[in-house]
Nanobody
């Protein structure tokens, strides 16, 4: 699967952005889409995941209630709607995909074998 992320940019604190991740290539059942992010000097961390089969979404505590992951199956595109952004959300955001749906490992970057190129989100104070 090839992933193409877009939608990053500069936004003021309190603002919103919507990231997109267009997928092409092999897809099927038991498929997880996720977003990770890597801030300056930090390790890549889990943000959100969406299981394709049951359309269940999961979030990191730091973004719960502010971010929403969703999918447009017709366009094979996954979105991350980000509201109430803070400077702590500044990072390169990566979309990822896995051919499996495993709740216990969905927050681990090693679960995902397909990655987009990353899109930079900068939140100014």
């Amino acid at each position: 699967v090839q992933l193409q992320a877009s939608g990053g940019g500069l936004v003021q604190a309190g603002g919103s952005l919507r990231l997109s991740c267009a997928a092409s290539g092999r897809t099927g059942s038991g498929y997880t889409n996720a977003w990770f992010r890597q801030g300056p000097g930090k390790e890549r961390e889990f943000v959100a995941a969406l299981f394709r089969s049951a359309n269940n979404a999961y979030y990191a505590d730091s973004v719960k209630g502010r971010f929403t992951i969703s999918r447009d199956n017709a366009k094979n595109t996954v979105f991350l709607q980000m509201n109430s952004l803070t400077p702590e959300d500044t990072a390169v955001y990566y979309c990822a995909a896995s051919g499996r749906e495993i709740l216990s490992t969905m927050t681990s970057r090693h679960t995902y074998n397909d990655w987009g190129q990353g899109t930079l989100v900068t939140v100014s104070s």
